[in-house]
């Protein structure tokens, strides 16, 4: 069927009917798209210049991934009528995606020079105008924001009761120590410059500063505020052999901050790796070494006993099912050594895995999809050595199970409204240590 797709493109062309890209056919399809896609092109060649036929090829063209036979009709559907400027916008859109932002400028220039246009479609192509104009330039700023409220059943994180053994003997421990229940807001947020360096293997340097902060209304030790920087140049490895391997060396720096108080410092190095493995399955690795440098505070007076250094590695693969359905799993393992009380250090692996959902807009109808992704993480925890101070013959082993919900709601291309629920299970074999905690999340986020 592809074949005849394929021909019958080619005599479309020569009569200046269609493009040839149009042979491209649908990438992510399941067999009802499929199905669609064939009677909608079929269609479209018994009536190939009916603006109608025409558009609703490019829809389903669009949905399935075939972005070239999608710009084929719509470029079609200007040979038959100039004067459309939401075709020309959602071809710059098209263009974009397939990264041919000089392509997307000339389209989006005219929609925007174009006199009374609606307001919404002259919005979106300054908007794209923006991005593309972003994306033309060697030095350019991404990021993203995200502000909202969080109601936590163990804010604190503490054990389900004040009585627990220390040194063998039940203590009482604070009421402020025990698992408290608290809302609080949260912020975060991302800015990376990118600076291409113009090299063959599409070289670029890449700096992020990422930011964290909560702020609980009662429970205050459980406030945190994080900083991290990191840098380093991406490059195109393997040209010629792999279709799509990056390599990322990266210098890294964070500050971490609780009950806002300083609680550590560290800086470190990584190597990133991302492969594209298939056109639907890639892969991200990272290996880093950091030194942890503790930091002792009226709140934590002898929190300097914890420095040492982490070691660490992690992967993940992507997998793309359908257009609409994608798969993930991961797997990490660290290591960290404190300088002099073995009774810190640790090793901690883990393995995880989810998928997300992309479904049309059910509330509002619009043309951005709704998502729904889900997550599992298991991580087991063991300590090299028993710690006197809190049992001295058992050597402490946690652990952890952390499960998430998340529904997300774009308003528009940039932002999105995330509802999000969650559990985090901690098992300890030292009762201190072990707690549960379920949380709520809703925010905003937008992008830049």
Known sequence: MRRLRQLACVLLFLFGLASPTLAQGPVNATADQEREYDAAFQEMLRKPADLDVLFKFATIATKTGDYEGAISALERMLLVNPDLPRVRLELAVLYYRLGSYEIARTYLETVVATANIPPEVKTRAEQYLAEVNKRNSRSRFVGEVFAGVRYQSNANLGPPTSNVMLAGQTVNLNQQAVGTAD?????????RHIYDLGTQDRGQLETQLTGYANRQFQVSQANVSLLDLSSGPRFQAFQGIFEDISIKPMGLL???????QPYYGSYGSAVEVGSLLTSKLRNTSLVSYRRLLYQDSWYLPANNVYTGNEYSANTTFQYALTDVVAIFANTNI???LADSFQQYSYLVGGVGGGMQFRFPDPLFKSDLPWTISLSANVQWWGYDQADPIVDATTVRQQNDTIL?????????????????????????????????????????????
């Open 183 to 191: 809302w609080g807001v949260v912020g975060s947020g991302y800015v």
């Open 254 to 260: 964070s500050f971490i901050w609780v009950n806002d």
């Open 334 to 336: 660290q290591r960290f």
């Open 404 to 448: 998430n919900i998340t529904l997300g709601i774009p308003f528009d291309d940039r932002t999105t409204l995330t509802i999000s629920g969650g559990r985090f299970v901690r098992n300890a074999n030292i009762p201190l240590y072990s707690f549960e905690n379920n949380s709520f999340l809703m925010g905003v986020s937008w992008r830049f």
